[in-house]
């Protein structure tokens, strides 16, 4: 499954990406989420979420997210730690996503 991004009514759209786990991990872990903030000098957008043993995808919504550029490429990083602490790094996965053209 390849991951897009998806848009909303109006001014303010949302990265939405899907995972597959491939390798299920033995414990919960955390995930934490950074979207790329194209609005020039802002802080990227994040989101955190737990993946249990169970999870067979994990499933991603952005904050909102204004200031798109049609057809832009947008960098998504997902982060997994060990604990919620964020005390040490188990995955990272870097993704390009493309803004859709309207």
């Known amino acids: 499954m390849l991951p897009e ?5 109006g001014p303010s ?8 786990i491939v390798k299920p991990f033995a ?11 194209p609005e020039l000098g802002k802080e ?3 989101a955190t979420q737990t993946i249990t ?3 067979k995808e994990l499933l991603i919504r952005s904050p909102p997210v204004s200031g798109l550029k049609v057809s832009e490429i947008y960098t998504v990083v997902l982060r997994v730690y060990i604990d919620k602490s964020k005390g040490k790094l188990i995955a990272e996965h870097v993704q390009k996503v493309q803004a859709p053209t309207i």
């Open 53 to 55: 043993p169970e999870d």
């Open 44 to 46: 990227p957008l994040k």
């Open 27 to 37: 414990k919960k872990v955390w995930a934490e989420i950074e979207f790329q903030n």
């Open 13 to 20: 759209y949302t990265y939405a990406l899907g995972y597959k």
């Open 5 to 9: 991004l998806k848009t909303q009514q």
